[in-house]
């Protein structure tokens, strides 16, 4: 596939398209990617409030997430404004078995308060804001998605946890001039806007949002320097990842930070029509 001459859409933000085999490997092959979703798994249950509500998924890649809702009976409608990417998600959901519980829709988040609108019970938007040229207004955009009571899974990749890895990595002259944006040109997988856990309380609470919970996804294992190797010390790594990715201080430095934010309001299951 050719990429094309900028990479940024009208907005600034990275879609996707010609990116989807490297993202398929550098962020889901190898421990890196089954760390992420086994983390993922027992997560989600135990942050979120789930009874098969449908489910919006904005920015949905190659749709791991897509599966693991609709797998547990959620209907979805899986956003995503790559070609490439929601070709790659139609695959993988045909694989599944579970293509019959989704909805594909080619869009971008600025287009779904039209294409999209909802009120949802439960969005998802997974390391999708800091590849946008204005994260805050696209959380501005998904707060005005939900519907009240609803709730927003969001994860973004982790600006201090950068910094941090950067300075492992020897990178010191680049952390110590907090050059720690990608440009978003190639097929570079550095965020354009990667985001501070200080940043995503403000905007909720400028947003009337309610943080309810946050956890660190891989709060150990990109600072590793020498990556397991047996079996045995991958499930350990597991298990030390999933026994402090909430505990004080080390979610503060996992690499994707897992929020749910809540819009406040009457829960959707209590009013007698269900909004979505
Ligand atoms: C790092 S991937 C994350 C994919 C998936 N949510 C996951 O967690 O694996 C980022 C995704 O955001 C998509 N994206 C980029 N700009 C977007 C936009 N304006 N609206 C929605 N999605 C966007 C990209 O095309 C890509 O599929």
Redesign the pocket.
């Known amino acids: 596939m050719t990429t094309p001459a900028s990479p940024l859409?009208v907005?600034g933000?990275?879609?996707?398209?010609g990116?989807a085999d490297k993202?398929a490997a550098s962020?889901?092959g190898g421990v890196r990617g089954e760390l992420r979703l086994a983390l993922l798994d027992r997560l989600l249950p135990e942050m979120l409030d789930l009874r098969g509500q449908p489910l919006l998924?904005?920015?949905?890649?190659?749709g791991?997430?897509a599966a693991w809702f609709a797998g547990r009976g959620h209907p979805v409608t899986l956003?995503?404004?790559?070609a490439e990417?929601l070709e790659r998600a139609r695959e993988a959901l045909l694989e599944a078995s579970v293509e019959r519980e989704v909805t594909f829709l080619q869009?971008?988040?600025?287009a779904l308060p039209e294409r999209a609108a909802g009120p949802w019970s439960l969005i998802?938007?997974?390391?999708?804001l800091?590849?946008?040229g204005d994260p805050r207004g696209?959380l501005a955009t998904l707060a005005g998605l939900l519907a009240p009571g609803g709730q927003l899974s969001l994860?973004v990749f982790n600006r201090d946890a950068l910094r941090f890895s950067n300075v492992v990595k020897g990178n010191l002259e680049k952390a110590l001039d907090d050059r720690l944006e990608g440009k978003g040109l190639r097929r570079r997988?550095t965020?354009v806007s990667p985001l501070t856990h200080a940043q995503l309380m403000a905007w909720s609470e400028e947003l009337g949002l309610e943080v309810r919970s946050v956890a660190g996804v891989r709060v150990f294992h990109d600072y590793l320097r020498k990556p397991p190797e047996s079996d045995a010390d991958r499930q350990r790594l597991f298990e030390l990842e999933w026994r402090y990715c909430r505990v004080e201080p080390h979610w503060r430095l996992g690499r994707y930070l897992l929020y749910t934010l809540v819009r406040p309001g009457a829960s959707p299951s209590s009013t007698e029509e269900s909004p979505r």
């Open positions: 859409s907005h933000d990275r879609h996707f398209d990116l993202f962020l889901y998924d904005v920015g949905g890649g190659l791991q997430l956003a995503e404004p790559s990417m869009a971008p988040l600025q998802a938007c997974h390391a999708v800091e590849w946008l696209a994860m997988l965020p």
